[in-house]
Structures are given as C-alpha cells and as structure tokens.
C-alpha cells in the first residue's frame, strides 16, 4: 500500500459476530497483518458490518481501546433513530467514537435518512449538528495525533438509493455541488481549529 502513496488503510469488517469474542481473533489479525505491511489501519463505522450497532461498537473500544476507527456517523444517526434534538447520552457516545477516529466520512444523516441534501434549508439543523461532531473530532484527533500525522476528511455521497430521489427517479441536487460545499465546510473548520490553537 505505501507504494500507492496510502497513509492508512480502510477496512469496512464485513462480518457480523454475535457476540464480541467473535470479534477479538479478526480484529487482532487484522491489526498484525497491517503491522507487519507498516501501515495504519482504520476500521470504518458502518451499516450491516462488524461496526453497524454504536453500542456493539463501543463495546469493542472497550476491548479496544487503541482501535483506529473511520467515522462515519451517518450510520449511528440513522441506524439508532437519534430523536431531535440530540439527548447529551448520544453527543457523549458519538464523542467517544470519535475520540478514537483517525478519518472522518463526510456525509449529513438525519434520523430518517442516510444522506440528506445539505443545500435543503430545512435540513439545516440536521448540518449544523454534523459541523458541531466534525469540529469535536478535529479537536479530539489534534489532541492525540502527532505532528506529521494526516487526518483524512472524505467527502462521502453515495449515489441512490443513499441520495433521496423523486418519481422521475433523478437525485434532488447535485451531488457534486454538495460535496464541494462539504469540502469548504471542512476546510474552514479546519482554518478556524488551527488558529485556534
């Protein structure tokens, strides 16, 4: 992987144990294994993998505590049905997650629906809670992250069925646009924590 140039690699564990131990043995070779290619490995935060359930997954972090994640926290706010406005129990758990995410999937949920068009005044609220994690997450990976570390920010918009459609079966914006406004979202986060520091 360092030949391409990758500082890390992402690994969506598409495996669904019941019960913790069955993920110990996985997630410890998965780790060797890229020990031994030294290369970071992330695990991704993700639906209808190892990582699907935010509770399941804390618990991991609990055997885990070093375990590199991928934040995707679109699948917890639509997997878990968040209520609005977000009790403080779920801002602690998404915090907590992302005091162990080292990447950061960039991409607005509301309770209902993965991916909502951030462009739509009346998911705004929905946007601005997502700015809010981002900023913690930046704040949490400077915290712990070395100099020369790298923190990736992937705009992540999925094509249907993640971006809503209407009956002609078409996307309700462009999916383009809102990543370039996701990509200046970050960017200015980005600008105003190391100013601030």
């Known amino acids: 992987m360092r030949e391409f140039g990758a500082d890390h690699v992402n690994l969506q564990p598409d495996v669904r144990p019941y019960e913790l131990s069955g993920?110990?043995?996985?997630?410890?070779g998965w780790t060797e294994l890229a020990d031994q290619y030294g290369i970071a490995l992330n695990i991704?935060?993700?639906?209808?993998?190892?990582?699907?359930?935010?509770?399941?997954?804390?618990?991991l972090l609990g055997r885990?505590?070093?375990l590199r994640l991928t934040a995707d926290l679109s699948h917890y706010v639509v997997g878990r049905e968040f209520e609005w406005p977000i009790?403080?129990?779920?801002?602690?758990?998404?915090?907590?997650i992302l005091d162990?995410?080292?990447a950061i999937h960039g991409r607005v949920a509301s309770r209902e629906q993965i991916q909502v068009?951030?462009?739509?005044?009346?998911?705004?609220?929905?946007t601005e809670l997502?700015?809010?994690?981002?900023?913690?997450?930046?704040?949490?990976?400077?915290?712990?992250?070395?100099?020369?570390?790298?923190l990736t920010f992937l705009c992540e918009l999925g094509p249907p069925e993640y971006a809503m459609t209407?009956?002609?079966?078409?996307e309700l914006s462009d999916r383009w646009e809102e990543s370039l406004q996701l990509r200046d979202m970050i960017r200015n986060l980005w600008r105003s924590e190391i100013g601030s520091n």
């Open 44 to 59: 991704e935060t993700h639906r209808n993998r190892m990582t699907t359930d935010l509770l399941f997954t804390l618990h």
């Open 87 to 96: 009790s403080e129990e779920n801002h602690s758990l998404i915090h907590r």
């Open 117 to 126: 068009q951030i462009s739509f005044p009346h998911h705004r609220e929905w």
């Open 166 to 170: 209407g009956s002609d079966g078409y």
């Open 130 to 150: 997502f700015v809010t994690w981002w900023r913690y997450g930046l704040r949490s990976w400077m915290g712990r992250a070395s100099d020369d570390a790298k």
């Open 23 to 28: 993920c110990i043995p996985l997630l410890e």
């Open 64 to 66: 885990f505590p070093k």
């Open 100 to 102: 162990n995410s080292w």
